[in-house]
């Protein structure tokens, strides 16, 4: 955690990255996240485990806390967001998907997503809209 040391795997990247977010260090998590879902795209694609809708928890909360280009933060956690919607909708599991709308991580891009920049806005707005369209009842 002191940051000499490189985890073993992939999944003890996760694990680091899991520890910081708890710890409120944000921007480190996000990098750990990024790190070992670019590195094994199984991990991404874990459903059951949230690792991708996790990262994009971490990228948000490091763009709300002072991160150096808050808006490429951002940017990853929608990309991520996206690809998480679109799997979680092919594999028929939309149930867990009403908590993205009250989760307080994406407070600064849902709630407050007025305050974001024009090139942005439209694109968060349009991610809660899908999401909507999601979990309405069929």
């Known amino acids: 955690m002191k940051g000499t040391a490189e985890p073993d795997d992939e999944g003890e990247r996760l694990e680091y990255a899991l520890i910081l977010y708890g710890k409120k260090r944000f921007l480190e998590s996000a990098l750990f996240f990024e790190k070992a879902l670019a590195n094994d795209a199984s991990l991404a694609d874990d459903l059951a485990r949230s690792n991708r809708y996790n990262a994009a928890c971490t990228a948000v909360l490091a763009a709300a806390n002072g991160a150096d280009d808050p808006a490429v933060w951002r940017g990853r956690a929608l990309q991520w967001l996206r ?43 349009e991610l809660w809209s ?9």
């Open 130 to 138: 899908d999401l909507d369209k999601a979990i309405a009842p069929q």
């Open 83 to 125: 690809v998480d919607l679109a799997a979680r909708q092919a594999a028929g599991k939309v149930d867990s998907l009403a908590h993205w709308k009250e989760d307080p991580d994406f407070k600064s891009v849902r709630d407050e997503v007025a305050a974001l920049p024009a090139g942005e806005r439209e694109a968060w707005k």
